[in-house]
């Protein structure tokens, strides 16, 4: 059985920094793409990062290139999501799972691996 646990989200002040985890069990992660998703009340989910199986690529959404760092430790299955300069705008809940990722963007996988998401949550 497949597992996803998100965590490190949390309450910060605008231009604060937050770093996201995403662990994962029951499958071999380095088989995996992985990637971020975020969705706020009333809007829709949006793809935020992804990176490919070592790392060798990665993609951003516009709305946060320059600011968020994924990476990948594939050794301890865990994925991350280093959020700096954060604006309100950025607060969501954050989620991640295995995923499509090329230059054109992140979407979700058929595999439907998701946790129950981190709160990142910033005031301005």
């Known amino acids: 059985q497949v597992q996803v646990v998100e965590s490190g989200g949390g309450l910060v002040q605008a231009g604060g920094s937050l770093r996201l985890s995403c662990t994962v069990s029951g499958l071999t992660f380095d088989d995996y793409v992985m990637g971020w998703f975020r969705q706020a009340p009333g809007k829709e989910r949006e793809g935020v990062s992804c990176i490919t199986w070592s790392g060798g690529f990665t993609y951003y959404a516009d709305s946060v290139k320059g600011r968020f760092t994924i990476s990948r430790d594939n050794a301890k299955n865990t994925l991350y999501l280093q959020l700096n300069s954060l604006k309100p705008e950025d607060t969501a809940m954050y989620y991640c799972?295995?995923?499509?990722?090329?230059?054109?963007?992140?979407?979700?996988?058929?595999?439907?691996?998701w946790g129950q998401g981190t709160q990142v949550t910033v005031s301005s």
């Open positions: 799972s295995t995923v499509s990722c090329g230059a054109r963007g992140v979407h979700p996988g058929p595999h439907n691996y």
